[in-house]
């Protein structure tokens, strides 16, 4: 694992869901809104496209966040989806040489590099992650029970999705943290950003979190239970 901090590009991401498709209608969603924000972990600006990409998976991460599952199943919807950019170090260019600028000396570290959180008033907070290098191999990233992959087709291109989980140590998971990445079919990265839901989202979901877990717990409970043995009639 590696950490580290530094001045990063942030975007605030708006999901207004009207209706949930593929066999998913009955996740508890605390309203239609759904805001989360996101840092890039590159040294060069995220596209257009890699943002709205992440339209395919913010439901997943949700998905995670309620039930606490690994499985992070893709979960269409019909609804709107916004982006607004919060911050970049990067100077605007325009969208052709934004795809394809060379990297910039912003942020020269190791890869798999992930971003504090930031605090008003305190100091940031380091978070670690598995090391997902510039150019992997995608069945070593698949070997890794910590990652989540899954194959997409982005723009008419099959992409290698990896949702990672965050640790604040070796060992202990952080919620309501992800790290999100995304490599062509032979294995080099697209785009790498890190993934957390707004407080309003998640002081929510925290109400939804123990209703599904308690309502999972007597399923459980209810199917354990031995049926009792029926009376024989008297003679």
Same mark, same amino acid.
């Given at each position: 694992?590696?950490?580290?901090?530094?001045?990063?590009?942030?975007?605030?991401?708006?999901?207004?869901?009207?209706?949930?498709?593929?066999?998913?209608?009955?996740?508890?969603?605390?309203?239609?809104?759904?805001?989360?924000?996101?840092?890039?972990?590159?040294?060069?600006?995220?596209?257009?496209?890699?943002?709205?990409?992440?339209?395919?998976?913010?439901?997943?991460?949700?998905?995670?966040?309620?039930?606490?599952?690994?499985?992070?199943?893709?979960?269409?919807?019909?609804? &709107?989806? /916004?982006?607004?950019?919060? %911050? @970049?170090?990067?100077?605007?260019?325009?969208?052709? =040489?934004?795809?394809?600028? $060379?990297?910039?000396?912003?942020?020269?570290?190791?890869?798999?590099?992930?971003?504090?959180?930031?605090?008003?008033?305190?100091?940031?907070?380091?978070?670690?992650?598995?090391?997902?290098?510039?150019?992997?191999?995608?069945?070593?990233?698949?070997?890794?029970?910590?990652?989540?992959?899954?194959?997409?087709?982005?723009?008419?291109?099959?992409?290698?999705?990896?949702?990672?989980?965050?640790?604040?140590?070796?060992?202990?998971?952080?919620?309501?943290?992800?790290?999100?990445?995304?490599?062509?079919?032979?294995?080099?990265?697209?785009?790498?950003? &890190?993934? /957390?839901?707004?407080?309003? %989202? @998640?002081?929510?979901?925290?109400?939804?979190?123990? =209703?599904?877990?308690?309502? $999972?717990?007597?399923?459980?409970?209810?199917?354990?239970?031995?049926?009792?043995?029926?009376?024989?009639?008297?003679?």
């Amino acid at each position: 694992m590696a950490s580290a901090g530094s001045s990063r590009e942030k975007h605030l991401l708006t999901a207004c869901i009207l209706g949930l498709e593929g066999g998913h209608d009955d996740l508890p969603l605390p309203s239609r809104i759904l805001q989360m924000f996101v840092t890039n972990l590159r040294n060069r600006p995220l596209s257009s496209a890699n943002i709205e990409s992440i339209r395919e998976s913010i439901l997943s991460l949700y998905h995670n966040l309620i039930t606490g599952s690994k499985e992070f199943p893709v979960i269409p919807y019909t609804g &709107f989806f /916004r982006s607004y950019e919060l %911050s @970049t170090p990067f100077p605007p260019i325009e969208q052709e =040489r934004r795809e394809n600028s $060379a990297p910039s000396p912003l942020t020269e570290g190791p890869s798999g590099v992930m971003v504090p959180t930031a605090r008003f008033g305190s100091s940031p907070q380091t978070v670690l992650t598995p090391v997902l290098p510039e150019r992997a191999d995608l069945a070593v990233l698949k070997g890794d029970r910590r990652n989540c992959v899954c194959n997409l087709e982005l723009d008419g291109r099959a992409v290698t999705r990896v949702i990672s989980p965050v640790y604040c140590s070796e060992s202990t998971e952080l919620m309501n943290r992800w790290r999100l990445t995304d490599y062509t079919a032979d294995g080099h990265t697209l785009m790498s950003v &890190f993934c /957390r839901f707004t407080k309003d %989202s @998640t002081n929510c979901s925290k109400t939804l979190s123990k =209703r599904v877990k308690r309502k $999972a717990a007597e399923e459980e409970s209810s199917s354990c239970t031995p049926t009792p043995p029926k009376k024989l009639p008297r003679l």
